[in-house]
Antibody, heavy 122, light 115 residues
Framework: EVQLVQSGAEVKKPGESLKISCKGS????????IGWVRQVPEKGLEWMGV????????RYRPAFQGQVTLSADKSINTAYLHWSSLKASDTAIYYC???????????????WGQGTMVTVSS | QSALTQSASVSGSPGQSITISCTGT?????????VSWYQQHPGKAPKLLIY???YRPSGVSNRFSGSKSGNTASLTISGLQAEDEAVYYC???????????????FGTGTKVTVL
């Protein structure tokens, strides 16, 4: 079964760092884009960025450039979303998702992780 | 990169057809064939319904169909069922896409209520 499994919920303080993970299984992890999406509770979806594990090609939406870092470890089929200094406004659910087409440019995303809730509060 | 505009809510009775619109500009929806639609039930991850304007992934009911005219994309749900009650989001690539920048934007979301 093709699936993405994300790490568990996190509660952090402002200024702390955090890295959440997204582990793929059942497919060739290196050959599909991984996208990250933010959803503030009860609000809409926002694209954050995408990463191609095969060559680590990474693209960020301007609003998230410099705010987060995307990375991946192909050897363990895992992608990561990292913050070096969290803010209260980072409180949200974060989803990872896999691109529909293998080895094609960014298009749609058909396999989604279950989401990771990140709460940032003093 | 402003969010694409969707109506806040649409409702219909079981068996009816409804259409959800997604309005952008010539820099996104109007200039892109990479328009997708996602369904999200409460507390769940989004599910891909339509990609590249009017293609359905395998396993998605043919009651869902997509189209585009000018700067507006549309999702039609025919034979409305109780399980279709969810929030629907459109997504489009934008002209700001580069090799370093992700030019994708979601719509504001439409809550579908089955009466």
């Amino acid at each position: 079964e093709v699936q993405l499994v994300q790490s568990g919920a996190e509660v952090k303080k402002p200024g702390e760092s955090l890295k959440i993970s997204c582990k793929g299984s059942g497919y060739n992890f290196a050959n599909f884009w991984i996208g990250w999406v933010r959803q503030v509770p009860e609000k809409g979806l926002e694209w954050m960025g995408v990463l191609y594990p095969g060559d680590f090609d990474t693209r960020y939406r301007p609003a998230f450039q410099g705010q987060v870092t995307l990375s991946a470890d192909k050897s363990i089929n895992t992608a990561y979303l990292h913050w070096s200094s969290l803010k209260a406004s980072d409180t949200a659910i974060y989803y990872c998702a896999r691109s529909l087409e293998e080895a094609e440019d960014v298009d749609a995303f058909d396999i989604w992780g279950q989401g990771t809730m990140v709460t940032v509060s003093s | 990169q402003s969010a694409l505009t969707q109506s806040a809510s649409v409702s219909g009775s079981p068996g009816q057809s409804i259409t959800i619109s997604c309005t952008g500009t010539s820099s996104d929806v109007g200039g892109s064939n990479l328009v997708s639609w996602y369904q999200q039930h409460p507390g769940k991850a989004p599910k891909l319904l339509i990609y590249e304007v009017d293609y359905r992934p395998s396993g998605v009911s043919n009651r869902f169909s997509g189209s585009k005219s000018g700067n507006t994309a549309s999702l039609t749900i025919s034979g409305l069922q109780a399980e279709d009650e969810a929030v629907y989001y459109c997504s489009s690539s934008t002209a700001t896409s580069t090799t370093n920048t992700l030019g994708y934007v979601f719509g504001t979301g439409t809550k579908v209520t089955v009466l």
